[in-house]
């Protein structure tokens, strides 16, 4: 087999050099103009001659400006200075924002800022090294900062790539998570340099990255250091747990008083507060860091930046001045239906192992798992306000196909509990496109909070990471957040209502069947049936029409039902067209 045929190298482009420059003020910014030209040049993928002569065009006219450039809104009056060079600079002018075109809101056509969308693996990056920086770390590595965002748990992709599978197995989506790193360099909030590639932030990648934060509800202050978060090392089933003494473990916490976290490194150990034993000793182990603002990316929006009403997940019942995990522990609660193969109780423990937590196979009554709090005194369960529907891609596909797939959602939605979590899991870049459109129609729409794994492993440990992330946030809000209104269902209360919604009335049934038309969404099926809550009233109303095709077709269009539906529908009862 011949070796693939070498790509033609491109022209060799002239290496920049300094020109004079006619004004003192501007040489440290002519300096770091140079400096980010030629490090572009130094990329794999080096310029466009279109580009090179873009900056080349702009150097000149910098070196040649007479007046002193000490702000953005200076530098984008230069000749030959578009967007793009002005977000490549605005590190240099980082202190000078405020001046900047586009902090002159409509005034000035100045350039949009790029903003990282929320859970992205920029958006990750970013933060990871603002944190780094925040404790001194100047510059990251590429494998360090991968390692590290990867760990933090703000991607819900992975930054690098999945190296048991092939790089042919993943096409396009092989380069998905740090091909981004490309983007930010270009956008000037990072900067590339030296070999190894070292990657630091600039000036305004750490207003960026300050915004994200800020945006997210992600507060790296002192008050809101690494949470707490309970354990169950080395500990079999919750059903069956035995722990030396019969004393349950103890309480995982970070001692260190830093505002922010780690880079995530293997087998660094975190000292367990646990209750003594009878011989005066407190158990110790090392668990990896995870990050403890993860749950708070699972909320919406609206939720992260404010309301004190909320809105608020629910919360198990609080007596005064009690600790959460001093009253409950919490379990993670698998349904035995759930689809691991052969080795299915062998996974239960291996999530287990990894997460220190109780893990128990039930049979639940919506989704794949739950994660319950049970008080330590009583045993009373209260079902925790997350839930986790966990669907192969192939599995997705044929449910799409077969049409259980809006039942299903229609079910997580009406089950009681706030938060739903819709993990993806498996190669998509193969996929039908109903499977991606799906996805994203289930984010955005139905507002579930969609995660992708790449296998079973990525799976546990993404189990791993959630688990751990809603322990803290009970911990943390427990006696703060808990209200008479917000409690959370016990088990019994949370299988019962499930039941009784699985006893779906003739309307309901109806909405079902009308929900498989083609373009009759959720809502358009709701909203037909709370008119003609079953098919011989709605079958009277298009005889009361009889005659009139166009009133018929129409009769059913509003605002929630469009024009197209409402067509579908028709010729489903009266085979018109």
Known sequence: ?????????????????????????????????????????????GLSENNYLTIAKANRSLCAAKEPIR???????????????????????ADSSQDSPSAKGKKTRGPKSYLPRKNSAAYAILITLYRAKMKGKEFMLK???????????????????????????YGKDWYTGWSCMKTLVDKGLVIKRRSPAEYLLTGGGENTARDCLSRSGLDDSARHRPLMTTST???????????????????????????????????????????????????????????????????????????????????PPCQSNEKFLEAY????????????????????????????????????????????????????????????ERKEVSDLDGSIEDNRYRDQKLRLKRCGLSKVIYLVEGD?????????????????LDGFDVQRTSGVADTQKRYGHLTRSIIEYYDAN??????????????????????ELEKKTVSQIFALQLMQVPQVTEEAALAVTKLYPTSSLLAQAYYILDGDTHAQEEMLTSDVVDAGASRNIFKLFCGGG
């Open 428 to 444: 998509q870049s193969n996929a039908p496109e109903r499977v991606k459109t799906a996805c994203f129609t289930t984010e955005i």
């Open 71 to 93: 702000t953005l809104k200076d530098f984008s009056k230069i000749k030959g200075v578009g967007q793009w060079l002005i977000r490549l600079m605005e590190g240099f002018f």
């Open 233 to 315: 090392h080395n500990a079999p089933a919750a059903s069956q747990v035995q722990t030396p003494n019969n004393c349950p473990k103890g309480i995982i916490s970070c001692d260190s008083d830093s505002d922010s976290e780690e880079p995530y490194e293997e087998n660094v150990p975190l000292k367990v507060k646990g209750p003594a034993t009878d011989h005066g000793r407190t158990d110790a182990f090392s668990i990896p860091p995870i990050s403890s603002q993860r749950i708070l990316e699972l909320q919406s929006a609206s939720i992260m930046q404010g309301s004190t009403e909320f809105n608020m997940l629910a919360m």
């Open 478 to 499: 427990f006696s703060t957040l808990a209200e008479p209104s917000h409690v959370c269902p016990t088990y019994d209360e949370f299988k019962r209502k499930c039941c």
């Open 1 to 45: 087999m011949r070796p693939p045929a070498s790509k033609q190298p491109k022209p060799a482009l002239p290496v920049p050099k300094q020109l004079k420059v006619q004004h003192p003020e501007n040489e440290a910014l002519s300096r770091f103009f140079l400096e980010k030209w030629r490090a572009m040049m130094e990329e794999p993928d």
């Open 329 to 388: 522990e919490v379990v993670f609660i698998l349904d035995d239906r759930e689809k691991f193969g052969t080795r299915f109780r062998s996974i239960a423990h291996i999530i287990q192992s990894q997460i220190h937590v109780p893990v128990e196979v039930r049979k639940l009554p919506v989704g794949d798992g739950i994660w319950i709090a049970r008080h330590r005194k009583d045993r009373t369960e209260y079902v925790l306000d997350f839930i986790i």
């Open 143 to 169: 494998q360090e900062l991968i390692d590290a965002a990867e760990a933090s748990g703000l991607s819900r992709d992975a930054i690098g790539p999945n190296k048991s599978k092939a790089k042919q197995s």
